[in-house]
Nanobody
Framework: VQLQASGGGLVQAGGSLRLSCAAS????????MGWFRQAPGKEREFVAA????????YYSDSVKGRFTISRDNAKNTVALQMNSLKPEDTAVYYC????????????????WGQGTQVTVSS
């Protein structure tokens, strides 16, 4: 199983980026997929999660209203649309697959992508 994240980069505050994560090796029917991030010197933290059907989504308070998670089960992909970016959003963003509970905890995910750097300049 492999998760390949892409779409990171350097953007000015107030700008937008769209992250994508493509899964290969299996499908994740019935499971949550999610995004986490890790800033330098900090622990990896939850950003967003989405259920298999897409009917349930969860966001951290820090990104709610600015980020939108989506998934395409036919293509086995999950995306994170990030708008109104702030310097504090700067981090390495990781996609995760096979979340078994609410999708909001690191411990419930079995598979992780390699991470993509997002840098927001002020």
């Amino acid at each position: 199983v492999q998760l390949q994240a892409s779409g990171g980069g350097l953007v000015q505050a107030g700008g937008s980026l769209r992250l994508s994560c493509a899964a290969s090796g299996r499908t994740f029917s019935g499971y949550y997929m999610g995004w986490f991030r890790q800033a330098p010197g900090k622990e990896r933290e939850f950003v967003a999660a989405i259920s298999w059907s897409g009917g349930s989504t969860y966001y951290s308070d820090s990104v709610k209203g600015r980020f939108t998670i989506s998934r395409d089960n036919a293509k086995n992909t999950v995306a994170l649309q990030m708008n109104s970016l702030k310097p504090e959003d700067t981090a390495v963003y990781y996609c995760a697959a096979q979340g078994i509970l609410s999708g909001t905890l690191k411990s419930e995910y079995a598979y992780w992508g390699q991470g993509t750097q997002v840098t927001v300049s002020s």
